[in-house]
Structure formats: C-alpha cells, structure tokens
C-alpha cells in the first residue's frame, strides 16, 4: 500500500525485530529511575530530521506526512519517541536513502562498540 | 499522567544522573542510521554536532522573557508588534541561528498575537507541527497529536476546556493556523494582582502553554499541568455546534 506522502506503510522486518515493548523509554525510564522524559538519542535524533531537511536529503514537511501517516497505522502502538525514530528510519529505507542489509550490519558494529567500551 | 513545565528549564528537564544501565536498539539503531547518512553525505558530523547543539539551547524561557518585556515596554511591545523576529533579538533571540538563514523548520516569519479582554488566540499547525521553537523550544506532544491539530478549528471551546480552559461566551476565540511560511505566538493579558511586578517576576508565570493559547498567566501558578481526562463539563451548548465550528474558521 503506498500513502499519500509516498513513504510505502508496508512493515519492515529489521524494524518490526526492533519493536519490543519493554525496551521503550516509559517503561526503561522508571525501571531505572530515571526522571529525564526524554531518552538519550532524542536531540540527536532531532538534530539529525534538521539536517536531512537542510541537505534536501528528506524535507520536513514530507517526513511529517509520512510520520503522521506512519503513527496512525504501522506504529500506531509505539510510544512517540521511538516511534518518530522508527518513522524516520522507515522513510529513510522506504527512499533508499539507506539500505536494510547496511543499517542492520551497521547496528550490529555499533552494539559491538558499545558493549565493548 | 500529568505532564508539566517550568519556563526556564530549557523545556524539558535534563538530569546528567542516574541513566539506564543498559544498550536499546532503539539507541544503537539511532547511531547506526545517523552513521550511515553521514557516510552516505546526507550531512555532515558538524552539521549535526550545530543542530544539536541549537536544539538543547532552545526553551520557552525566551517566549516567557519577551511577554514579560512586551506587558512592562510599551514601546518594545510596539516594536514586537510591528517586526517580531526582529524584536526577539532585543531578548537575545536571533532566528537566523544556528545557520544564519534559521532552520528548515523555523521559517523566518513571527507574528504575535495579541490577546484583549474579549478576544482569545490560540495556535496549531493543522498541516504537521510548525511552531516557534526559537522562543518556545520543542513543541509538546500533544501539539503534534493529530488529535489537538484536527479538533481545535472545529470545536476551540471544547479543546480549550480539556485543558481547563473555559472562557466565557462574551470572548471571541481565534485559532491561528501556523504553516511553513509564518510561525505565531500568543501575547496573553496582563493578570490582574501584577501591577507593581518586575519583569522577572512575570515571566515566571508565563508558561509555555499561556505561549500556545491553551492557559492563561496567573499569579501563582508557574507551571503547566495537563489533565489527560476529557473534561467532565463541557462548555455549555458548544459540543460539536455550529458556533464552536464558526469560531474556529480562520
């Protein structure tokens, strides 16, 4: 099914994998008892919509169609955080900007480096 | 859940301790991604490094400073009126930051809106989420629900009380559609029990919710609180009328 914002509302695997619950921030946050509201790659994450908007890589206003259309639908049960980044990597995926066998490789080296420090 | 806010924190409070002690795929997948765009040269690590940078320097303590200014300076408030994004450099506020032409999401273009005794502004962004983030920082989430976004044009009244806002049917109520080409902000009444006030006294209690148009300045009350529950007394006759759509047309 393809949206008006042209972002495709089909699931995507490595993403859906991602979808667990109990590792969101309002739940992570009080199990931990932390009070920030936000977690920590939020900014980064916000920074990061500014940047693609800037380049032209992916403009605001479509990755906010595409985030409303994907919030009613694929993550509709998603918290908003993690459901905006989920968004937006699904945007990113949905235009090829990156490919899923690179950013699941990708994530794989990352938690490697985090775990390692 | 009640969320709530103090003008001044950088709208949101951050705290550097305690953090979760634990690696989420959602944290490395934000990594992983943001790695990949940039080796991609989607952006740069210095572009991102300066949004980011920009984005934890942003908060509704500049929109509280410039009301409290605006209610105590006439002529600043003359000034606000007639050239706001200039004025907002007055308050130490350049819209040009953090690129010298602002950010892709904050077009250059601010109007004020100043409320009277009968007339109530109150703004949204039916289209996405435009709103002034050089003075109020990042938007709350309920302003980007498409619940607030839809519902506030039709029925202002019934949007205004479940925020505990009910205003009497003598104050016409205006809803101020923000877009990609002009940003609004809600200049409130001077409450009454302020007369002798200094401005930092003032903008203590102006919220960034008074900003937005869904609470008003009183004394006392330095925070926003939002009840997640409907209201239980809806404003007399308004539930889904004519009236209520009326007012909310532009």
Same mark, same amino acid.
Request: hydrophobic share 35%.
């Given at each position: ?19 667990? %619950? ?10 931990y ?37 994907? %919030? ?16 937006? =990597?699904? =945007? ?12 699941a ?13 | ?24 795929d ?13 080796e991609h ?27 409290? !200014?605006?209610? @105590?300076?006439?002529?600043? !408030? ?10 907002? !450099? ?22 004020v ?18 709103y002034?983030?050089?003075l ?8 980007? @629900?498409?619940?607030?976004r ?30 990609? !080409? ?40 330095t ?28």
């Amino acid at each position: 099914m393809r949206a008006t914002s042209d972002v495709e509302l089909g699931r995507i695997a490595l993403l859906e994998d991602l979808r667990n %619950a109990e590792k969101t921030w309002e739940v992570l946050a009080p199990r931990y008892g932390v009070t920030n509201p936000n977690p920590p790659w939020k900014t980064s994450l916000t920074a990061m919509c500014e940047c693609l908007s800037a380049s032209g890589a992916l403009p605001a206003l479509d990755r906010r169609r595409a985030e409303d259309e994907l %919030a009613d639908s694929v993550y509709r049960e998603v918290p908003p955080p993690e459901r905006q980044l989920l968004a937006l =990597v699904h =945007v990113m995926l949905s235009r090829g900007l990156v490919s899923e066998t690179d950013l699941a490789s990708r994530m794989r080296a990352v938690r490697s480096r985090l775990e390692s420090a | 859940m009640n969320h709530t806010h103090k003008p001044g924190d950088g709208g949101a409070e951050r705290h550097a301790a305690p953090m979760v002690e634990e690696i989420t795929d959602f944290e490395v997948l934000e990594i992983a991604v943001r790695e990949l765009a940039i080796e991609h040269g989607l952006f740069t690590a210095e572009d991102h490094r300066r949004f980011t940078e920009w984005t934890e320097s942003i908060g509704p303590a500049a929109g509280s400073r410039l009301v409290a !200014k605006a209610w @105590t300076d006439p002529a600043f !408030k003359a000034r606000v009126m007639e050239d706001a994004v200039q004025a907002c !450099k007055e308050i130490g506020i350049d819209w040009a930051e953090p690129t010298g032409f602002g950010t892709p999401s904050d077009y250059m273009n601010l109007r004020v809106l100043e409320d009277t005794p009968t007339l109530h502004h109150v703004i949204v962004c039916t289209l996405c989420s435009c709103y002034p983030r050089p003075l109020l920082g990042m938007s709350p989430e309920w302003y980007r @629900t498409t619940n607030y976004r839809r519902r506030l044009v039709r029925w202002p009244r019934q949007v205004l009380a479940e925020f505990g806002l009910i205003l009497p049917p003598e104050v016409e109520v205006r809803v101020e559609d923000s877009n990609q !080409k002009c940003r609004f902000m809600v200049l409130p009444v001077r409450p009454e029990g302020t007369e002798n006030w200094t401005e930092q006294q003032l903008d203590q209690i102006v919220t960034r919710d008074c900003m937005i148009g869904v609470a008003l300045p009183r004394p006392g009350k330095t925070a926003d609180v939002h009840p997640v529950q409907k209201a239980r007394r809806p404003v007399q006759g308004s539930e889904h009328s004519g009236e209520a759509a009326h007012e909310g047309d532009k």
